[in-house]
């Protein structure tokens, strides 16, 4: 397989070209570094691993054969996307119309990384594939919402369209090793918090809740998504919800910090909810996460600690 990957210097890109490298594939991961890091890919040393730096906003041009163009490129944190509006759009806009000419050209298969966003602060809990959502448009965070709504859109119909063979995967929050500690998600602003022995920032009273999805599951239901036969958006997360109160504590319990709590006000259009309906997932890609929260935050504060203590 050649298979490229757009925002693959990212998190979750990341751990996706280092997955299919593992399964034999060819790898051209495009990022232009807005939020991603060579980091992040600097140990996939291998001669079938291909970085291009690249902004997808612009014509995307490859030479050969692609099987699969899998787009991951966006800015993916409050922080960011509120830092980089335009840019957040333009990704979503043109960058994924640039992705998917791409894939057109080549005769290559699709996938979009979409996101739970889409469902705005929902009404229907929990969210299944058939909610349409509750999204607030001219809001700080409607940049992010409706930039990935528009993707998706726009993949249906190259696949209604053009006949191009699709996929859309719907990430509910995801967390892991490659997270940067300041991208102002709660697991790694929690773990920076705790390991330096400061206060666990605690949005409104901490009632609001998540589903928390470690990175290897996320990529083992991307794998299987690509190779099924499904062109309707697929949920990908942990049906298990849990306050974002009970996941303070439980960081300062794995990590054995002595740091307390502080509260602070909501920010704008914050969901207050947030878990996926999986029914979908488990009966086209017969899967579900099998990664316990503890053992991935444990995981987590491990792979920060280490680190914290390597030179610079």
């Given at each position: 397989m050649r298979i490229l990957v757009t925002g693959g210097a990212g998190f979750i890109g990341s751990h996706l070209c280092e997955f299919l490298l593992g399964q034999g594939a060819h790898v051209i991961c495009v990022d232009n570094l807005l939020t991603g890091t060579t980091d992040n890919i600097a140990h996939l040393r291998d001669p079938r691993f291909l970085f291009v730096k690249h902004d997808v906003t612009h014509?995307?041009?490859?030479e050969g054969r692609l099987d699969y163009v899998l787009h991951f490129a966006s800015p993916a944190s409050p922080i960011d996307y509120l830092e980089l509006p335009i840019q957040t759009l333009k990704v979503g806009a043109l960058g994924t119309h640039k992705a998917l000419g791409l894939a057109k050209a080549h005769g290559a298969k699709f996938l979009l990384a979409s996101t739970s966003e889409v469902y705005g602060d929902p009404l229907v809990h929990p969210q299944r594939e058939d909610y349409w959502g509750n999204v607030n448009p001219v809001g700080p965070r409607g940049v992010y919402d409706e930039a990935k709504r528009f993707a998706e859109a726009m993949t249906m119909a190259y696949h209604r369209v053009h006949g191009l063979d699709t996929r859309i995967v719907r990430i509910f929050n995801?967390?892991?090793?490659?997270?940067?500690?300041?991208?102002?998600?709660?697991?790694?602003?929690?773990i920076r918090q705790a390991l330096a022995g400061e206060s666990l920032t605690v949005?409104?009273?901490?009632?609001?809740?998540?589903?928390?999805?470690?990175?290897?599951d996320l990529i083992d239901g991307i794998w299987?998504?690509?190779r099924a036969p499904v062109n309707d958006p697929v949920n990908l997360g942990n049906p298990r919800e849990m306050t974002l109160l009970e996941l303070a504590k439980q960081v300062v319990r794995l990590s054995a910090s002595q740091s307390q709590l502080a509260f602070g006000?909501?920010?704008?259009?914050d969901p207050k909810v947030?878990?996926?309906?999986?029914?979908?997932?488990?009966g086209l890609l017969q899967w579900e996460p099998k990664v316990e929260v503890e053992e991935?935050?444990?995981?987590?504060?491990?792979?920060?600690r280490a680190q914290a203590g390597r030179p610079r």
């Open positions: 014509y995307i041009v490859h995801t967390y892991g090793p490659r997270m940067r500690l300041t991208d102002g998600r709660a697991i790694p602003t929690f949005y409104g009273d901490g009632s609001q809740t998540r589903s928390f999805t470690y990175v290897s299987r998504l690509m006000p909501l920010p704008v259009d947030r878990q996926p309906d999986i029914g979908r997932a488990r991935g935050l444990a995981l987590t504060i491990e792979w920060y």
